[in-house]
Structure formats: structure tokens, C-alpha cells
């Protein structure tokens, strides 16, 4: 059972930062990609960031240049580096990965990204 658990949420004040982490539970040469998404309140799910396998990004528009997606092979990590934070990016924070053996993606728990003005 492949386990993908997401931490590092939390409260931060407007223009602060955060780092979050996903584990996997599996080999990185396994792991073809990972992406980030975030639901707020009400409205839909919507793609943050993501990273493959070959090391090429893409972020949703309105987090470029301020948000950063990177990963650890070693750990079998994933992060989401945060900075310049506002309070729209307030949301539930979660990471779906792609493994290289099944596409249909492996979603997080979620974590809470709470950021006040």
C-alpha cells in the first residue's frame, strides 16, 4: 500500500514562508512525478505546482515566483517552498503522486495552509 503523507502547514502571517513535505512510501526510481494542489473553501481543487521525473516544473500562474517545487530522491520527498504569502493561498495543501508502475496517482491526507493579512 503506497502511503503519501503530506506535513509542514500551518499559520503564517502574510508575506511569511513555509516549506511542505511529501513522504512517499516508495522508491523515488519509482515515482515519475508529483503535484501539488490546494482546495480553499468552497471552491474546487486547483494544481499549485508539479515536478517529473526528468526534473521540469510547471506552476499555476498565480504562484510563480513565489512558490518553488523541488525533491529529494534520497528521502523520497517532494517539497513545496512557499514565500511572499497571502491570504488567498490560503487552502488545504495536497500532494498527489505519479508512480512510474500506475498512473492513477496517490493522493495525501492534506495539510492546512492558514495565512492572515
Do not use: H
Amino acid at each position: 500500500q503506497v502511503q503519501v503523507v503530506e506535513s509542514g502547514g500551518g499559520l503564517v502571517q502574510a508575506g511569511g514562508s513555509l516549506r511542505l513535505s511529501c513522504a512517499v512510501s516508495e522508491s523515488a526510481s519509482n515515482i515519475n512525478g508529483a503535484d501539488w494542489y490546494r482546495q480553499a473553501p468552497g471552491k474546487q481543487r486547483e494544481l499549485v505546482a508539479g515536478i517529473r521525473s526528468g526534473g521540469s516544473t510547471n506552476y499555476a500562474d498565480s504562484v510563480k515566483g513565489r512558490f518553488t517545487i523541488s525533491r529529494d530522491n534520497a528521502k523520497s520527498t517532494v517539497y513545496l517552498q512557499m514565500n511572499s504569502l497571502k491570504p488567498e493561498d490560503t487552502a488545504v495543501y495536497y500532494c498527489n503522486v505519479i508512480l512510474t508502475y500506475n498512473p492513477r496517482g496517490y493522493w495525501g491526507q492534506g495539510t492546512q495552509v492558514t495565512v492572515s493579512s
